[in-house]
């Protein structure tokens, strides 16, 4: 699996962003994936899963209403769509391709990484 993490740039509050991972390998359809964000001197935290079907998916609190995650299986891409963005949005975001089939909030349930992609939103 190899995760690369695309989309992230420098908008105002209120603007859009729309990331995408692909997996350049096409494995870990099967597998949950997630967005997860980290800031500097701040652990990273999840921002949004799913499941390997796209079944089931989970946001942070502070997402939930603003960013929609999604996939396509067969083209072994995952997005997430950043709407009305804030500046505490501000963060280098990173996707995962979870162990099991199923997302998970905790990022030790993620084998494989992408590279990071950062957003800044300006007020």
């Known amino acids: 699996v190899q995760l690369q993490a695309s989309g992230g740039g420098l908008v105002q509050a209120g603007d859009s962003l729309r990331l995408s991972c692909a997996n350049s390998?096409?494995?870990?359809?099967?597998?949950?994936m997630a967005w997860f964000r980290q800031t500097p001197g701040k652990e990273r935290e999840f921002v949004a899963g799913?499941?390997?079907?796209?079944?089931?998916?989970g946001y942070a609190d502070s997402v939930k209403g603003r960013f929609t995650i999604s996939r396509d299986r067969a083209k072994s891409t995952l997005t997430l769509q950043m709407n009305n963005l804030k500046p505490e949005d501000t963060a280098l975001y990173y996707c995962?391709?979870?162990?099991?089939?199923?997302?998970?909030?905790?990022?030790?349930?993620?084998?494989?990484w992408g590279q990071g992609t950062l957003v800044t939103v300006s007020s």
């Open positions: 995962a391709a979870a162990r099991s089939s199923v997302y998970s909030v905790r990022q030790t349930e993620y084998s494989y």
């Open positions: 390998r096409r494995t870990a359809s099967n597998n949950g």
């Open positions: 799913i499941n390997w079907n796209g079944g089931g998916a």
